[in-house]
């Protein structure tokens, strides 16, 4: 269970832990700084696409609504059963939207999908099944009771819960939620998320590049996955690796941000302010050292109401400890029990050669096969082959490599950014 606290009961700020965290440990470490968002709005279920449910929702009608055809044919009463060569006359014809009249034994009514089932009708026999002449059906095989129908509530029940608070809603909610008639649904507000860059070798593209210096491609990214995840992005531009001036920016995106993110400088060296500027800023937090390769340091915290992550400066890193922090924290603050990712088993076809001790994501691409290539050892400041994969492979910290033929865990792009 998540426990939200305030920052205030989180005691002064701490130093960095000498020993290694688990993933889970440093997750449920990450979300303790942030606390659930209290404010909803009421949206149409066609805006509700990656939204935070605000409250549980029971079904209104029954799924279906009444007993049905599941196919296209005939519908007959069938009783103890129908041999083959049954021969039967068709009265009726019945198409989805349309009452029928009732049918008696010996006799059958045209109908289509979804078409309801007459009274006396027990079963349909689907249309390829039977031969045709004139107004008399043949049968072509056994038929009983129950064949192809769909019974009235079969699926759902009225006034069964269907959707619990904290989901996070997609397609298939919105699909559920406009079969039961309801056209506008409680959310949670979307998190607002603010991003800063920190560095002072640091340029913005579209400027020039001196000796020594790099682009900033971090906050570009970072912006990128919070928006396609659905949150709200602040860009909260760019400081130097100057403790006050971060503080300050901190600080101020606080009052208007739920997350305050900065990347660069959550490691411990003498260049890395990040936890000094927490704690100029007025916040409260610790630094992490994570059994996580890429993505090894990193400083979570609060700065008054705002919650607080400090990622790692190398691109690889700090998309992988977005992926995991940041959906802790974003879970939080949304009310959804931060779940740990699964990923998807799947076969290396690669050898990758690596000391046990700590989790570690590299960039793999799917082969035609069905198993997955590993792109070598990406490297923590390496885009390309984050570009040339499908998604990221997991291996275990107690793992010492990967063999062709080991079980990796898969973690695609495609729906791997969504927090």
Same mark, same amino acid.
């Given at each position: 269970m998540t426990i939200a606290i305030t920052p205030q009961a989180l005691g002064a700020l701490r130093e960095p832990r000498k020993d290694l965290l688990s993933v889970p440990?440093?997750? %449920?470490?990450?979300?303790?700084?942030?606390?659930?968002?209290? *404010?909803? *709005?009421?949206v149409p279920i066609f805006g509700s696409m990656g939204r935070t449910l605000a &409250? !549980?929702?029971? %079904?209104?009608?029954?799924?279906?609504?009444?007993?049905?055809?599941?196919m296209d044919g005939y519908a007959l009463a069938a009783g103890d059963g129908l041999p083959p060569g049954s021969r039967i006359d068709v009265i009726d014809r019945i198409a989805a939207g349309s009452v029928g009249k009732r049918v008696l034994e010996g006799k059958a009514s045209r109908l289509f999908t979804g078409a309801p089932l007459p009274d006396g009708a027990d079963a349909v026999v689907m249309q390829e099944h039977v031969?045709?002449? #004139?107004?008399? =059906? =043949?049968?072509?095989?056994?038929?009983? %009771?129950?064949?192809?129908?769909?019974?009235?509530?079969?699926? =759902?029940?009225?006034?069964?819960?269907? $959707?619990?608070?904290?989901?996070?809603?997609?397609?298939? @909610?919105? &699909?559920?939620?406009?079969?039961?008639g309801i056209?506008?649904?409680?959310?949670?507000?979307? !998190?607002?998320i603010a991003v800063i860059s920190t560095g002072d070798e640091l340029r913005q593209p579209g400027t020039g590049l001196e000796a020594a210096a790099i682009y900033d491609s971090?906050?570009?990214?970072? /912006?990128?996955?919070?928006?396609? &995840?659905?949150?709200?992005?602040?860009?909260? #531009?760019w400081v130097p690796d100057d403790a006050g001036r971060l503080s300050a920016r901190m600080r101020e995106l606080a009052e208007c941000a739920d997350l305050v993110i900065t990347s660069g400088g959550a490691s411990v060296g003498e260049?890395? @302010?990040?936890?000094? &500027?927490?704690?100029?800023?007025?916040?409260q937090g610790e630094a992490l050292r994570i059994a996580l390769k890429p993505g090894k340091p990193a400083v979570v915290g609060s700065i008054g109401a705002a919650a607080y992550l400090g990622l790692p400066g190398n691109p690889v890193s700090s998309l992988v400890s977005w992926l995991i /922090?940041? @959906?802790?924290?974003?879970?939080?603050?949304?009310?959804? +029990?931060?779940?740990?990712? /699964?990923?998807?088993? =799947?076969?290396?076809?690669?050898?990758?050669?690596?000391?046990?001790?700590? %989790? *570690?994501?590299? +960039?793999?691409? $799917?082969? *035609?096969?069905?198993?997955?290539?590993? /792109?070598?050892r990406g490297g923590s400041a390496r885009l390309r082959p984050l570009v040339q994969a499908d998604g990221l492979a997991e291996i275990a910290a107690e793992n010492a490599?990967?063999?062709?033929?080991?079980?990796?865990?898969? @973690?695609?792009?495609?729906?791997?950014f969504v927090v």
């Open positions: 440990e440093a997750c %449920a470490c990450a979300a303790r700084y942030a606390a659930r968002l209290r *404010e909803t *709005e009421t &409250a !549980a929702v029971a %079904a209104r009608v029954a799924m279906p609504p009444f007993t049905q055809s599941a031969e045709r002449e #004139g107004n008399v =059906i =043949i049968l072509g095989r056994p038929i009983r %009771a129950g064949d192809n129908v769909r019974y009235r509530g079969e699926d =759902i029940e009225p006034l069964e819960p269907l $959707l619990g608070a904290g989901e996070r809603l997609d397609a298939r @909610h919105v &699909a559920l939620l406009a079969a039961q056209d506008r649904i409680d959310v949670r507000i979307r !998190a607002r971090n906050r570009p990214m970072l /912006l990128a996955l919070i928006a396609q &995840a659905g949150l709200i992005a602040i860009d909260g #531009g260049e890395d @302010h990040a936890l000094t &500027a927490l704690q100029r800023a007025g916040g /922090l940041g @959906h802790a924290m974003v879970s939080t603050l949304e009310g959804r +029990p931060p779940r740990r990712r /699964l990923g998807c088993p =799947i076969t290396s076809r690669s050898r990758f050669d690596r000391r046990p001790g700590r %989790a *570690e994501f590299v +960039p793999a691409r $799917l082969l *035609e096969d069905g198993g997955v290539e590993i /792109l070598g490599g990967v063999l062709p033929g080991d079980t990796v865990l898969f @973690h695609p792009f495609r729906d791997g």
